[in-house]
């Protein structure tokens, strides 16, 4: 796997709200958009992954009126992990030779209410968890149950929470697509409202039309085409659940599946110096640095502290598109948007005030449904290419 | 400011796997069963009709004394409804004695009491006699 794929394609909408767009429509704008980026023909897709809410009967609906044919496709469901295990998903299907271009397409319009239908069957658990996975108190108050457990374990304070979204402010105000643009100091995320104690709003993620569009594909594809890139290095996923009634809340799924990335790149974090890691919310950053090993188990909340996330002056460069905190997160899913920061990063074209310099490696990491309970996570490894 | 977190919840009725029969029946009753398994001699939650960890399927529906304590917590101010209208409340997680960590709200309980390792028992909730019962936590005081 290492080294069997290389990202050509990375495109994001720049749109936040897209009235009298469909999902459809809006696939075909980013595909088309990673495409020319990548500088593919349509006719040149063989592989097509995208997520189960793919309109109509799903992916092979979607496939029909993009025009695509593929010998190669896949519609899974990992929430907001999605796009970033589909990068080794893609890599593996490249590395079997089933597929030598692959296109990854998230779209959403979660600000136009378009609906999600709830599932006909609910899930076995939906009967013991209060309300079900779709009903009454929403993903904030899962994560503040996580966050206060970390509080209570590490001694977090909600300032070094909110300094996470501090950095992402800092970041988004250079980033003339940003949902929310205007910096933010620690004492405007503590002062505003509540949503879920002790999740402030400034604590949660935005919410976002649009989408993106990743393209690919074998190594020998990415050396004709002459564009920079991003070689994968590493790849890993993990589950993790209270399976059988153990909840242990100081460590997420995020960990094994860093710990499986790392070790087929062959690299270990300290090599590392921009990461996109998933921000639904603060805590999932601060939970997101420990389980990746950017610092120790409990550290998070002072490794992001006092700017510790801002680009070119802290510890560690971090989402700096502004994130799923500040940027966009689009459709509720931030995975897609993770590894396209990623791919600007390593190719020098992230904005010049936060671009890393002479970068050589970087980490995206998602995660999809809930941290404090039933989640999955992936993480991969990127390397410059060019 | 103290404030109170009182019971009445929202008590939606859940779609009930058959194999999961005991622990409704138990409910209803106002008992509190957590499933054990005779394989692997271990609790587990959420019931269900085998074991989750080695696929055993003599599930031993055990009585719990229903004691646990509070392992986090989130006081909820923002919610769709039907809950929108009864925030505030709380979620939690609870570590019953039985070894199993459990999800639910904790009612009858002013805010000044809550924190993790909070004392708490089990109670049941239903809004309708026709509802089934749902598990909720109420603070215990310490026995002697």
Same mark, same amino acid.
């Given at each position: 796997?290492?080294?069997?794929?290389?990202?050509?394609?990375?495109?994001?909408?720049?749109?936040?709200?897209?009235?009298?767009?469909?999902?459809?429509?809006?696939?075909?704008?980013?595909v088309?958009?990673?495409?020319?980026?990548? *500088?593919?023909?349509?006719?040149?897709?063989?592989?097509?992954?995208?997520?189960?809410?793919?309109?109509?009967?799903?992916?092979?609906?979607l496939?029909?009126?993009? *025009?695509?044919?593929?010998?190669?496709?896949?519609?899974?469901?990992?929430?907001?992990?999605t796009?970033?295990?589909?990068?080794?998903?893609?890599?593996?299907?490249?590395a079997?030779?089933?597929?030598?271009?692959?296109v990854i397409?998230?779209?959403?319009?979660?600000?136009?209410?378009?609906?999600?239908?709830?599932?006909?069957t609910?899930?076995?658990v939906?009967?013991?968890?209060?309300?079900?996975?779709?009903?009454?108190?929403?993903?904030?108050?899962?994560?503040?149950?996580?966050?206060?457990?970390?509080?209570?374990?590490?001694?977090?304070?909600?300032?070094?929470l909110?300094?996470?979204?501090?950095?992402?402010?800092?970041?988004?105000?250079?980033?003339?697509?940003?949902?929310?643009?205007?910096?933010?100091?620690?004492?405007d995320?503590?002062?505003?409202?509540?949503?879920?104690?002790?999740?402030?709003?400034?604590?949660c993620?935005?919410?976002?039309?649009?989408?993106?569009?990743?393209?690919?594909?074998h190594?020998?594809?990415?050396?004709?085409?002459?564009?920079?890139?991003?070689?994968l290095?590493?790849?890993?996923?993990?589950?993790?659940?209270?399976?059988?009634?153990?909840?242990d809340?100081?460590?997420?799924?995020?960990?094994?599946?860093?710990?499986?990335?790392?070790?087929?790149?062959?690299?270990?974090?300290?090599?590392?110096?921009?990461?996109?890691?998933?921000?639904?919310?603060?805590?999932?950053?601060?939970?997101?640095?420990?389980?990746?090993?950017?610092?120790?188990?409990?550290?998070?909340?002072?490794?992001?502290?006092?700017?510790?996330?801002?680009?070119?002056?802290?510890?560690?460069?971090?989402?700096?598109?502004?994130?799923?905190?500040s940027?966009?997160?689009?459709?509720n899913?931030?995975?897609?948007?993770?590894v396209?920061?990623?791919?600007?990063?390593l190719?020098?074209?992230?904005?010049?005030?936060?671009?890393?310099?002479?970068?050589?490696?970087?980490?995206a990491?998602?995660?999809?449904?809930?941290?404090?309970?039933?989640?999955?996570?992936?993480t991969?490894?990127?390397?410059?290419?060019? | 400011?103290?404030?109170?977190?009182?019971?009445?919840?929202?008590?939606?009725?859940?779609?009930?796997?058959p194999?999961?029969q005991?622990?409704?029946?138990?409910?209803?009753?106002?008992?509190?069963?957590?499933?054990?398994?005779d394989?692997?001699?271990?609790?587990?939650?959420?019931?269900? *009709?085998?074991?989750?960890?080695?696929?055993?399927?003599?599930?031993?529906?055990?009585?719990?004394?229903?004691?646990g304590?509070?392992?986090?917590?989130?006081?909820v101010?923002?919610?769709?409804?039907?809950?929108?209208?009864?925030?505030?409340?709380v979620?939690?997680?609870?570590?019953?004695?039985?070894?199993?960590?459990?999800?639910?709200?904790v009612?009858?309980?002013?805010?000044d009491?809550?924190?993790?390792g909070?004392?708490?028992?089990a109670?049941?909730?239903?809004?309708?006699?026709?509802?089934?019962?749902?598990l909720?936590?109420?603070?215990?005081?310490?026995?002697?």
């Amino acid at each position: 796997m290492n080294g069997s794929a290389v990202i050509v394609g990375a495109y994001e909408h720049p749109g936040r709200r897209l009235p009298g767009h469909t999902l459809a429509g809006v696939h075909r704008e980013v595909v088309a958009g990673a495409l020319a980026d990548a *500088g593919l023909a349509w006719s040149d897709v063989d592989g097509f992954f995208t997520d189960s809410t793919a309109p109509g009967l799903g992916v092979i609906d979607l496939m029909q009126y993009l *025009g695509l044919q593929c010998t190669y496709t896949e519609s899974s469901e990992m929430g907001g992990s999605t796009y970033v295990a589909y990068v080794g998903h893609a890599a593996a299907a490249i590395a079997a030779g089933k597929c030598r271009v692959a296109v990854i397409s998230l779209a959403g319009l979660p600000a136009q209410r378009q609906r999600v239908s709830p599932p006909d069957t609910p899930a076995p658990v939906s009967a013991f968890q209060v309300n079900g996975y779709g009903g009454g108190y929403g993903p904030v108050a899962d994560y503040a149950v996580l966050a206060r457990r970390h509080m209570h374990e590490f001694g977090t304070t909600p300032e070094q929470l909110a300094w996470v979204k501090v950095a992402s402010s800092q970041h988004a105000q250079h980033n003339e697509n940003a949902f929310l643009r205007d910096t933010v100091t620690v004492d405007d995320v503590l002062g505003s409202s509540m949503i879920a104690d002790p999740l402030h709003k400034l604590d949660c993620c935005v919410v976002t039309d649009g989408g993106g569009a990743l393209v690919v594909v074998h190594p020998d594809v990415a050396r004709e085409l002459g564009r920079a890139g991003a070689t994968l290095r590493g790849h890993g996923e993990s589950h993790k659940s209270s399976i059988a009634g153990e909840v242990d809340l100081t460590y997420s799924a995020i960990r094994r599946s860093g710990e499986l990335a790392f070790r087929e790149a062959g690299i270990a974090a300290d090599r590392i110096r921009y990461a996109s890691l998933y921000d639904s919310f603060t805590i999932t950053v601060l939970m997101a640095l420990e389980d990746l090993g950017f610092c120790a188990r409990g550290e998070g909340g002072r490794f992001a502290e006092d700017g510790g996330l801002v680009s070119g002056t802290g510890r560690l460069a971090v989402n700096t598109d502004g994130g799923g905190l500040s940027n966009n997160h689009p459709g509720n899913r931030g995975g897609m948007t993770k590894v396209i920061e990623a791919v600007r990063q390593l190719r020098g074209e992230a904005h010049p005030a936060v671009q890393v310099p002479d970068l050589e490696w970087a980490v995206a990491s998602g995660t999809g449904f809930r941290l404090s309970n039933n989640h999955y996570s992936s993480t991969i490894v990127l390397e410059r290419f060019s | 400011m103290t404030e109170y977190f009182p019971g009445g919840l929202p008590t939606p009725t859940p779609v009930v796997d058959p194999d999961t029969q005991p622990y409704w029946d138990a409910a209803a009753r106002d008992e509190l069963v957590v499933p054990h398994c005779d394989d692997c001699d271990r609790s587990f939650w959420y019931p269900r *009709g085998f074991c989750p960890r080695c696929g055993g399927t003599a599930i031993d529906w055990r009585p719990s004394s229903g004691r646990g304590e509070v392992y986090s917590f989130s006081v909820v101010r923002r919610a769709a409804e039907p809950w929108g209208s009864h925030t505030p409340f709380v979620l939690a997680y609870v570590t019953l004695e039985d070894g199993v960590t459990v999800q639910g709200n904790v009612v009858e309980c002013p805010s000044d009491r809550l924190v993790p390792g909070l004392a708490v028992r089990a109670t049941f909730e239903r809004a309708d006699d026709d509802d089934l019962p749902i598990l909720r936590f109420t603070p215990r005081d310490k026995e002697a």
